[in-house]
Nanobody, 123 residues
Framework: VQLQASGGGLAQAGTSLRLSCVVS????????IGWFRQAPGKEREFVAS??????NYKDSVKGRFSISRDNAENTVHLQMNSLKPEDTAVYYC???????????????????WGQGTQVTVSS
């Protein structure tokens, strides 16, 4: 399974970006797909996921970010609205077929990772 993340870029605070994660070599609906981010000098952290456990979000992005799955395109999107400077990070998508609900936010629960896409939000 390979994942290709795209859609990052430079955005002003309060605007929107949409990230995409294209899955190849597997069927997206059979995986839990997670989005993670890593800011400079910080650990990689969970942002959102979609799969058999529904949709789940980090508290700080609830109401601003929305994750969705397009089975026809084998793609997962992360719509990011009302962006803040603290959203600046490299965003990664990841896939797992084995995780349980309590491990949704655990990096080690995901087996496949995309290459990351940079999101920079200016104030």
């Amino acid at each position: 399974v390979q994942l290709q993340a795209s859609g990052g870029g430079l955005a002003q605070a309060g605007t929107s970006l949409r990230l995409s994660c294209v899955v190849s070599g597997g069927t997206v609906r059979t995986y839990t797909i997670g989005w993670f981010r890593q800011a400079p000098g910080k650990e990689r952290e969970f942002v959102a996921s979609v799969g058999r456990h529904g949709t789940n979000y980090k508290d700080s992005v609830k109401g601003r970010f929305s994750i969705s799955r397009d089975n026809a395109e084998n793609t997962v999107h992360l719509q990011m609205n009302s962006l803040k400077p603290e959203d600046t990070a490299v965003y990664y998508c990841a896939a797992s077929q084995r995780l349980i609900y309590s491990t949704l936010a655990d990096l080690s629960a995901y087996d496949y990772w995309g290459q990351g896409t940079q999101v920079t939000v200016s104030s």
